[in-house]
């Protein structure tokens, strides 16, 4: 099973086996399954995008799953791209607010938290951020949106395989 979902792939890799619902099928998230083609050479990263990317940890992959260099060793397959890394990341990342139902209780502090984390990105002079969760892609776009149009024109927000299918063009 794939999923590019990074609660669906703790939920499906840790929490099921924990509870007595082990599926006995392999579970991989998005990235590792790129990592696993990249590193096999069936997939070529050919594209140069010669912009500056940092990549955000959504909680579920990273701290709870420790899936933190298949996403980075991906990118940095792509010729010309710059990875640089935010100041929180990997184990001490910041949350983006995406997750947790957050939103839904507390919709300010979550968007708060999504431009606390876009301001981040900023300030490493990232072009384009990048995350393995759909969740944390929907919560930075609107913690971007939260900043003048001027600020937020100068950054992207993307999910690893849209980046990847951008270098495979």
Avoid: W
């Amino acid at each position: 099973m794939i999923t590019p979902c990074a609660g669906c792939y703790k939920t499906f890799k840790n929490v099921y086996p924990e509870v007595g619902h082990d599926l006995g099928i392999e579970v991989y998230h998005t990235v590792h399954y790129l990592s696993k083609l990249v590193d096999e050479k069936r997939l070529t990263l050919h594209r140069a995008l010669s912009q500056k990317i940092t990549y955000h940890d959504p909680c579920d992959l990273g701290r709870a799953c420790r899936v933190f260099d298949e996403p980075r060793n991906v990118l940095r397959q792509i010729p010309a791209l710059e990875l640089v890394e935010m100041e929180n990341n990997r184990m001490a990342a910041l949350c983006c607010g995406a997750g947790g139902g957050l939103a839904g209780v507390n919709p300010n502090l979550a968007l708060e938290m999504a431009a606390a984390r876009v301001r981040q990105a900023f300030a490493v002079g990232a072009e384009i951020i990048v995350s393995g969760c759909p969740a944390c892609k929907d919560n930075l776009g609107k913690g971007l949106r939260t900043l003048p149009r001027e600020e937020r024109e100068k950054l992207k927000i993307m999910d690893m395989v849209e980046i990847i299918v951008d270098a495979m063009r």
